[in-house]
C-alpha cells in the first residue's frame, strides 16, 4: 500500500457569480497548483444532453441518458478541460440553453457521483486549486483548507451581467441550495469571505495569510 501523501488541495465553494473561479485561478497561479472549475464538469455534461434532445428537468431520463455521453476530462498546463464525443468544450459551457440546463441537471445523483469521482481523481496528479458549490463538502471533506466565497445579490447579479450573461443567479442560487443532492452549504470550520467590497487579488491575499497562519507547508517561501 502507498503511504504517499495526498497532494493537497484548496477547496473555495460559493454561489454563483461570488467571484469564486476569478479567485480560484489567480490563487492557483500564486501558488503553482492546477486550478479546477468543477462547474465545467456538470456544464459539459449538461452541454451533451441537450445535444441528445433530452430536457434536463427530467430527472429519470438524465439519469439513464447521461452515461450514453463520451465525457472526458483532464488537465494540461495547470487548467482543466472537458470534451464530449470528443469535442472539446469552451464558448459552449457559456450559452444561455447551458446555463439553464446545468442546475436541473446537476441534481440528478448519479451525474453528480460521476463528476464527484472525475474530480478526486483530478488529485492523483498534482496539487489543486478547486472551485464549485460541494468541494468542501462532498469532494474532498478531509482538506483542512476551506474557503467559501460570498457576495451580495446585487453584486453577483451584476458580475453576472458584466460577463455578458443574462440569466438569474438568484434562480440558480435556489435551486443549487435547496436541491438534496450536495446543496450548497458553508461547512463547519470553512473561512468565509465577503467579497462585495473587495477585489479578485485582495481576496487572493486575504486566502495566502490564512494559509500563512496556519502554516500551510506547501506556501513558498515569503519575502522578509
Ligand atoms: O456560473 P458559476 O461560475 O457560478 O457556476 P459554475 O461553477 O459554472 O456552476 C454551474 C452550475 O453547476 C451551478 O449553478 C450548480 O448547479 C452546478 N454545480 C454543482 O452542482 N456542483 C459543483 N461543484 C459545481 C457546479
Same mark, same amino acid.
Given at each position: 500500500m502507498s503511504t504517499a501523501r495526498p497532494h493537497p488541495v484548496i477547496a473555495i465553494d460559493g454561489p454563483a457569480a461570488s467571484g469564486k473561479s476569478t479567485v480560484a485561478r489567480l490563487l492557483a497561479d500564486r501558488l503553482g497548483f492546477s486550478f479546477v472549475g468543477s462547474g465545467t464538469l456538470y456544464r459539459a455534461l449538461a452541454w451533451g444532453l441537450i445535444q441528445t434532445g433530452i =430536457?434536463?428537468? =427530467?430527472e429519470a431520463a438524465v439519469a439513464t441518458a447521461f452515461g450514453t455521453l463520451d465525457f472526458a476530462c483532464g488537465l494540461e498546463r495547470g487548467r482543466s478541460w472537458v470534451a464530449i464525443n470528443g469535442r472539446r468544450l469552451g464558448t459552449e459551457l457559456e450559452e444561455p440553453a447551458t446555463n439553464a440546463a446545468v442546475s436541473p441537471a446537476s441534481r440528478v445523483p448519479a451525474l453528480r457521483d460521476l463528476v464527484v469521482d472525475r474530480l478526486r481523481a483530478f488529485r492523483l496528479d498534482c496539487p489543486l486549486v478547486m472551485e464549485g @458549490? =460541494?468541494?468542501? $463538502?462532498?469532494?474532498? /471533506?478531509?482538506?483542512p483548507w476551506k474557503y467559501y466565497i460570498d457576495a451580495s445579490p446585487e453584486v453577483r447579479q451584476r458580475r453576472r451581467a458584466a460577463q455578458g450573461q443574462t440569466d438569474s443567479v438568484s434562480d440558480r442560487d435556489r435551486a443549487d441550495r435547496s @436541491?438534496? $443532492?450536495? /446543496?450548497l452549504v458553508v461547512v463547519d470550520g470553512a473561512v468565509v469571505i465577503d467579497s462585495s467590497e473587495i477585489a479578485p487579488d485582495g481576496v487572493v491575499e486575504a486566502i495566502l495569510a490564512d494559509l500563512a497562519a496556519h502554516q500551510a507547508?506547501?506556501?513558498p517561501a515569503m519575502p522578509n
Open positions: =430536457d434536463p428537468a =427530467d @458549490r =460541494d468541494i468542501a $463538502s462532498v469532494v474532498f /471533506p478531509d482538506t @436541491r438534496a $443532492s450536495a /446543496p507547508a506547501f506556501l
